[in-house]
């Protein structure tokens, strides 16, 4: 494969350069079902070769195989890429979900082992995935901070958090980026949250693009599929649903390009400080998401594509009531 020129954006006001879509790397430890690593290795190297240089992955996927894995895919290309981690959700041997933990000594013993799994000297971008609500933000980003300064962190982000964290989190070291879940049929960050990132110069890292396979079309693969326990997926929610995954493909037909391409277009035109997080797991998905740079979008595209397809026409919350109580994100100003 050859790199693709493309114009680079900004993780941040005074952030690195980064190509303007982002590998996630999630799914290649069984969040979605069945991964081969072999697969998933290429996906990476491939995703490196075309100039993508944000690799975004978590020490809770897979319970550090996902960090293990792109660890191995990484050795002796480190200097292509910027990795990013989110830490602190915990799980058990079987997979629960235990909480969150965003002590202080924790952040930092967190790091120590997402560093080895790794096989890296520093992280570059290093976030919570989610807000501890018993340890002030104030707290936890100071002990990030400590790591900056000892060289083990390059730069600090969030993730589904709301405006009054981010300005706590922000007054304590810059953030660099906010990685939230943002496509067409989940657009609530845009009233209450990108204003104050637009303020600040804090970058987004959008997960979710593609409503985790919902506007393409996807459904639950088996049993370990996280999707089986997401509103949207299940039961009359995914019959509702339907239409609109019937009028993305009418709209992307009219425009000879695959559901997913104009629905990644779609992010890329809503602002130059958006940086989509593709979660492909092999190379042919990865191709796709990378063509979806050659379509070009009008302001007036965008207006009729949000006219055609509204969130508020979306069956079903993105996360399952309890937990979309614990996001911060949710949140109000």
Known sequence: MTKDIVAPRHLGKNGPQVFPISLGCMGMSGMYGHADENESIATIHAALDRGINLIDTGDFYGMGHNESLVGRALKGRRDKALISVKFGSLRAPDGNWLGFDARPAMVKAFLSYSLNRLGV???????????DSTIPIEDTIGAIADMVKAGYVRAIGLSEVGPKTIRRAHAVHPIADLQIEYSLISRSPESHIFPVLAELGI?????????RGLLTGSKPTGKGD??????????????????????????????????????????????????????????????????????????????ALEDAISASQVAGTRYAEPHLKQLDSETLP
């Open 203 to 211: 970058a987004v890292t959008a997960y979710g693009v593609l409503s």
């Open 121 to 131: 000297e520093y992280i570059d971008v290093y976030r919570p995935s989610r807000l």
């Open 226 to 303: 996280l999707r089986n326990y997401l509103p949207r997926f299940v039961g009359e929610n995914l019959v509702s649903n339907q239409r609109i995954i019937g009028m993305l493909n009418t709209l992307a037909a009219e425009k000879g390009i695959s559901p997913a391409q104009l629905a990644i277009a779609w992010v890329l035109a809503k602002g130059q400080n958006i940086i989509p997080v593709m979660g492909a797991r092999t190379r042919a998905q990865l191709d796709e998401s990378l063509n979806a740079l050659k379509v070009k979008l009008s302001p007036e595209d965008v207006a």
